[in-house]
């Protein structure tokens, strides 16, 4: 499987944009006084990260 380096550099790309958002979402979620709110943002931002991981997996060996 091919992929188109402009593709990649996309991919890549948006990976790091879910990394960023991802940190400032834990951020957010640590300071909350509210527990559910702060476990459904930590849940969200965990997804995030294993979305990434599978990003950079597809950058890194396709």
Do not use: E, H, W
């Not at 958002?21 to 702060?38: D, E, G, H, T, W």
């Amino acid at each position: 499987m091919t992929i188109d380096p402009m593709t990649k550099m996309y991919i890549s790309f948006l990976a790091m944009a879910f990394m960023f958002i991802c940190n400032f979402m834990m951020i957010y979620a640590r300071k909350l006084q509210k527990a559910v709110i702060s476990l459904v943002l930590k849940i969200v931002a965990g997804l995030m990260l294993f979305s990434t991981f599978i990003m950079i997996l597809i950058v890194v060996f396709a």
